[in-house]
């Protein structure tokens, strides 16, 4: 069984940062893309950023462009650093894996994570 793993989520004042991370086995990264979603209370599945296996391409939401950042390492680890964050930011982030980086649709992801907890205080 495939198992993403989210951490970093937190709780920080509006203007903060947070770095989230995604963690699976390197089997699981290899020749695969890995996608962040977003889901706020009462909103649907929001796309948030995708980045390419190789870490060559990446995907952002337009509204999120110039505050969140994906990379990725040479292995294991998928990340997503958020800056200046404001309280509509606040969800649970989720990490899910899709055979290709330019795809924003959630239903074309197929193994998520567990979801980590944003929480911004104005």
């Known amino acids: 069984q495939v198992q993403l793993v989210e951490s970093g989520g937190g709780s920080v004042q509006a203007g903060g940062s947070l770095r989230l991370s995604c963690t699976a086995s390197r089997h699981t990264f290899s020749r695969t893309a890995i996608g962040w979603f977003r889901q706020a209370p009462g909103k649907e599945r929001e796309f948030v950023a995708a980045?390419?296996?190789?870490?060559?391409?990446t995907n952002y939401a337009d509204s999120l462009k110039g505050r969140f950042s994906i990379s990725r390492d040479a292995m294991n680890t998928v990340y997503l650093q958020m800056s200046s964050l404001k309280p509509e930011d606040a969800a649970v982030y989720y990490c899910?894996?899709?055979?290709?980086?330019?795809?924003?649709?959630?239903?074309?992801?197929?193994?998520w994570g567990q979801g980590t907890q944003v929480t911004v205080s104005s």
């Open positions: 980045i390419s296996w190789t870490g060559a391409y």
């Open positions: 899910a894996e899709s055979s290709s980086w330019t795809s924003t649709v959630a239903t074309e992801y197929g193994y």
